[in-house]
């Protein structure tokens, strides 16, 4: 047998053991090889269905009886709670709104705040270097609005650089870029050594990985939904606040969705409690109802499983492509050690650029990041080991043409 039509026959076996492909069917999809959920995941099919019921029955005909009858003013912690259990968090600690790039800077200012309130003079926010720029840039600006200077580092170095001066640390669980995951219940019990909290972006990895935010005492975290929790382009993004944080938590945006009495229409702000203390304005409705109906794909579908498919969808992606395309035209950033690895797989080559092109060309789907990244994220809900084969084959016949 070739090696092509053993790892074709390897990942017909691996499809007819695999636990979660019937999710499949619950996505829109066609023939194309799409491993770009780690940007944009799929369209849950429920979802239209859904959002049309939103606005034509829900707005279209009760209107602005919709806030209660329809539940639209509590969407935001009810979805949260919905969340919640994908990131290891209990209830009333999570609420849905804003994009991420606002609740990180919620979530550091806040932590700011939190530290400071406790005494000792902290003026030291540690970043993550390699982090997607946003956070960077919202936590240079988040240093200048609370007196810090700010300190970019490599997560590895974070242990090293604490002490009684940090604020606040901001980390991402899943490098954008690499793919790395970073270990996150050893660098939160060292933040906390030093006595600060932490702000873990959790964009690359809920929906992919076990985040255990509630079992690793995480103080605040952010992440988006539109990645591996499908919520649609732009869907609403999410803040966790630790239970026993949320009455010191100071938001720096206290809007009035996020007040004791919101129809009180007080001048002077006074702060709910709970994890709606983290609102801001108007929740944007459409968006989140969309999100509410693409997270049924959850049901019955465990986080453990959907990691442990992850791992052998990459473990079988890194084999197909050892196998499949010639020694040294590609280069794995992503690391070999399960510990160590999100759901997606970097590959340094060369001309990215335009290989990424050609393979969107032929029906497989990666990103391009600058400057010689090719891309690959692996959703476990509607991602095949055949799928795999494919985009290996194809991703070695297009460095070879
Ligand atoms: C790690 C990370 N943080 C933050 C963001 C920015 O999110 P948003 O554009 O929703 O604010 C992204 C977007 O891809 C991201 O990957």
Redesign the pocket.
């Given at each position: 047998m070739s090696e092509t039509t053993e790892l074709a026959a390897g990942a017909a076996k691996l499809d007819a053991a695999d636990e979660l492909a019937a999710v499949r069917g619950k996505f829109v999809l066609d023939e194309v090889v799409y491993l770009d959920g780690n940007?944009l995941g799929a369209l849950p099919a429920a979802v239209p269905g859904r959002v049309e019921d939103v606005v034509r029955r829900q707005w279209g005909e009760l209107r602005i009886r919709s806030w209660d009858e329809s539940g639209w003013w509590t969407a935001p912690e009810r979805i949260g709670d919905r969340i919640a259990p994908l990131v290891g968090a209990a209830r009333g600690q999570i609420v849905v709104g804003d994009?991420?790039?606002?609740n990180?800077f919620k979530a550091l200012v806040g932590a700011v705040r939190l530290a400071q309130r406790a005494g000792g003079g902290r003026d030291e926010i540690l970043v993550d270097a390699t982090?997607?720029p946003?956070?960077g840039y919202i936590a240079e600006s988040a240093a200048r609005m609370t007196g810090c200077t700010l300190r970019p580092l490599e997560p590895a170095e974070v242990p090293g650089a604490l002490s009684g001066r940090t604020a606040a640390v901001l980390l991402?669980h899943v490098d954008?870029r690499t793919g790395r995951l970073h270990d996150l219940p050893g660098l939160t019990a060292a933040v906390h050594a030093a006595g600060a909290p932490v702000v873990w972006?959790l964009?690359?990895s809920a929906g992919a990985l076990p985040v255990g935010l509630d079992e690793h005492g995480v103080d605040l975290a952010v992440g988006?939904t539109?990645?591996y929790l499908n919520g649609g382009p732009?869907s609403p993004?999410y803040l966790y606040v630790r239970a026993d944080l949320q009455d010191r938590f100071d938001s720096p945006l206290p809007g009035w969705n996020s007040h004791a009495e919101p129809f009180g229409m007080r001048s002077a702000y006074e702060p709910a409690s709970g994890a709606l203390r983290g609102r801001v304005g108007t929740p944007d409705i459409l968006s989140m109802l969309a999100l509410e109906a693409a997270l049924d794909v959850w049901d019955g579908v465990t986080v453990e499983a959907v990691r442990a498919k992850s791992l052998a969808l990459t473990d079988f992606f890194l084999e197909c492509v050892r196998a499949y395309v010639p020694a040294g035209r590609v280069q794995s950033l992503t690391p070999a050690a399960h510990a160590e690895r999100g759901s997606q797989v970097a590959l340094r080559c060369e001309d990215a650029g335009d290989v990424m092109k050609r393979l969107i060309e032929r029906g497989v789907v990666g990103d391009f990041r600058h400057p010689d990244v090719l891309r690959f994220g692996f959703t476990p809900l509607y991602v095949g080991f055949g799928d795999v084969e494919r985009a290996a084959r194809v991703l070695a016949e297009t460095l070879a043409g």
């Amino acid at each position: 047998m070739s090696e092509t039509t053993e790892l074709a026959a390897g990942a017909a076996k691996l499809d007819a053991a695999d636990e979660l492909a019937a999710v499949r069917g619950k996505f829109v999809l066609d023939e194309v090889v799409y491993l770009d959920g780690n940007s944009l995941g799929a369209l849950p099919a429920a979802v239209p269905g859904r959002v049309e019921d939103v606005v034509r029955r829900q707005w279209g005909e009760l209107r602005i009886r919709s806030w209660d009858e329809s539940g639209w003013w509590t969407a935001p912690e009810r979805i949260g709670d919905r969340i919640a259990p994908l990131v290891g968090a209990a209830r009333g600690q999570i609420v849905v709104g804003d994009s991420t790039s606002v609740n990180v800077f919620k979530a550091l200012v806040g932590a700011v705040r939190l530290a400071q309130r406790a005494g000792g003079g902290r003026d030291e926010i540690l970043v993550d270097a390699t982090t997607f720029p946003t956070d960077g840039y919202i936590a240079e600006s988040a240093a200048r609005m609370t007196g810090c200077t700010l300190r970019p580092l490599e997560p590895a170095e974070v242990p090293g650089a604490l002490s009684g001066r940090t604020a606040a640390v901001l980390l991402n669980h899943v490098d954008y870029r690499t793919g790395r995951l970073h270990d996150l219940p050893g660098l939160t019990a060292a933040v906390h050594a030093a006595g600060a909290p932490v702000v873990w972006d959790l964009c690359h990895s809920a929906g992919a990985l076990p985040v255990g935010l509630d079992e690793h005492g995480v103080d605040l975290a952010v992440g988006c939904t539109y990645k591996y929790l499908n919520g649609g382009p732009g869907s609403p993004a999410y803040l966790y606040v630790r239970a026993d944080l949320q009455d010191r938590f100071d938001s720096p945006l206290p809007g009035w969705n996020s007040h004791a009495e919101p129809f009180g229409m007080r001048s002077a702000y006074e702060p709910a409690s709970g994890a709606l203390r983290g609102r801001v304005g108007t929740p944007d409705i459409l968006s989140m109802l969309a999100l509410e109906a693409a997270l049924d794909v959850w049901d019955g579908v465990t986080v453990e499983a959907v990691r442990a498919k992850s791992l052998a969808l990459t473990d079988f992606f890194l084999e197909c492509v050892r196998a499949y395309v010639p020694a040294g035209r590609v280069q794995s950033l992503t690391p070999a050690a399960h510990a160590e690895r999100g759901s997606q797989v970097a590959l340094r080559c060369e001309d990215a650029g335009d290989v990424m092109k050609r393979l969107i060309e032929r029906g497989v789907v990666g990103d391009f990041r600058h400057p010689d990244v090719l891309r690959f994220g692996f959703t476990p809900l509607y991602v095949g080991f055949g799928d795999v084969e494919r985009a290996a084959r194809v991703l070695a016949e297009t460095l070879a043409g």
